[in-house]
């Protein structure tokens, strides 16, 4: 399938004549660990591209590793070649790039709606549980919140320090929630804010978090789920690039300080069918407590994919609103499944549970397979928080424990996907081997 279309063809031209000073375009796509791939595109061929041009790169791009580096998994990559797959161009998601010294653009590509969509492709496993769920009658409207932290640009031997105060030219170590925290690093998050807003993002509130140099952007709820997820991947490639250019470093990265709360990626989830009505309201919501077991009782299993690398699993507990174990609550931050207080109309799901650096096409696709199996099983939910805040069930707590968990569930092998789930597996289960193979000072401090 080409990706020619005539609004396509249009958007890059109105593109070129709004920034005709623009000569190159990054077409960019998500892989496994949540790390943009692509290349660097001429003006006029991207308009070959959308006008019918086939546009290929390396399938096994998908599977790069936290480095960037390729592992033995299965049939691919040291096994198949290096095969080219196409790619298609992403409407809508052509826009300039602010935050480079030279005039550049960007715009996602994905091989979902391609003769042979790549079954490990994140937005690609997105997609296909969204058109299962739509033959079913079910349209998901999704909102992101994202939280990270701003550092010093210079790090100390390696390791982060405080972003300065730009009145007073201290370090920001003071974790609160006050409001003038917003105003003294206004320049930068205005400029994270005004720029994702260039991307096409709907940005809503922004906090000042509880840690040092932490915030939390949120955006508008989306009625096209993809779309939903495509602005939480921009928005963190945006804001790392203001950050750079303000003299900062933004990171989404999980647990930057042991002492201080990490950073989460929270996704609030309704139901609606073709009508309009939200389903999880009907029947005095006994569709969304079915929908909160269904979620609960895979969260175990999803947890390479809500806490994706070894420094995720360090945010688990010991802090503030980051729960230790599967649980559900009314109005409760402490809880993985929070039901924030709303009216009928717009009675949802906030997941609490991932990480900010999780991948978020594939974090939306759990949490939609876990509401979906919850509405098909009809289990009742263990008891919520406020009623017993010992409530709750277990889940793996590291890597290879969660690996295992994982790999041979039936409802996810089915409903995300037998191939995506063995080569998700295998790539967290390689990206944690090679972490280890390190022995750091601690290590020599220790044992030496």
């Not at 915030?215 to 709820?221: S, V």
Request: hydrophobic letters at 40%; aromatic letters at 8%; one cysteine or more.
């Amino acid at each position: 399938m080409k990706s020619h279309s005539p609004a396509l063809l249009a958007e890059v031209r109105t593109f070129r004549q709004q920034h005709p000073d623009v000569r190159y375009v990054d077409l960019i796509a998500l892989d496994i660990p949540g790390h943009f791939y692509g290349k660097r595109y001429p003006i006029e061929m991207l308009e070959k591209v959308a006008a019918g041009s086939p546009l290929k790169l390396p399938q096994n791009a998908v599977l790069l590793g936290a480095q960037g580096g390729l592992f033995n998994i299965g049939d691919y990559c040291f096994n198949d070649g290096d095969p080219d797959a196409n790619r298609r161009l992403v409407p809508g998601t052509l826009k300039p790039v602010s935050w480079e010294s030279q005039p550049l653009g960007q715009m996602l590509i994905t091989s979902d709606g391609t003769e042979a969509p790549i079954e490990f492709e994140p937005r690609e496993v997105l997609a296909k549980v969204l058109e299962r769920l739509r033959h079913k009658g079910i349209h998901p409207v999704v909102a992101f919140e994202l939280e990270f932290y701003l550092f010093d640009k210079k790090l100390d031997h390696g390791l982060p320090q405080f972003a300065r105060d730009p009145l007073s030219d201290d370090a920001d170590d003071q974790p609160n929630l006050h409001i003038e925290r917003l105003s003294r690093f206004s320049e930068v998050l205005d400029d994270m804010a005004q720029t994702a807003r260039d991307q096409g993002i709907d940005i809503t509130v922004i906090t000042a978090e509880l840690g040092p140099g932490q915030f939390e952007i949120n955006f508008g709820h989306q009625d096209d789920s993809l779309r939903a997820a495509d602005w939480a991947a921009l928005f963190c490639r945006s804001t790392r690039g203001v950050a750079l250019k303000q003299g900062y470093r933004a990171s989404f990265m999980a647990k930057p300080y042991l002492q201080f709360p990490g950073s989460g990626m929270h996704v609030h989830v309704s139901f609606y069918d073709g009508a309009g009505n939200n389903l999880l309201a009907a029947h005095q919501q006994q569709p969304l407590r079915h929908a909160v077991a269904g979620c609960l009782e895979l969260l175990p299993h999803c947890m390479p994919i809500f806490a994706p690398n070894h420094n995720a699993f360090r945010r688990l507990g010991g802090t503030v609103n980051a729960a230790t174990r599967a649980c559900w609550g009314f109005e409760d931050r402490d809880a993985c499944v929070r039901i924030p207080e709303s009216d009928p109309r717009n009675l949802r799901i906030e997941h609490r549970l991932a990480s900010a650096d999780a991948n978020p096409y594939l974090v939306l696709a759990a949490i939609l397979v876990g509401l979906e199996h919850g509405l098909e099983a009809r289990q009742e939910p263990i008891a919520p928080l406020n009623e017993d805040r010992t409530s709750g069930t277990d889940f793996p707590v590291e890597m290879l424990d969660a690996v295992r968990a994982m790999q041979h569930q039936p409802v996810l092998r089915d409903k995300l996907g037998a191939e995506f789930v063995d080569v998700y597996c295998e790539n967290k289960r390689q990206d944690h081997l090679a972490f280890q193979q390190d022995i750091n000072a601690r290590e020599y401090r220790w044992f030496l």
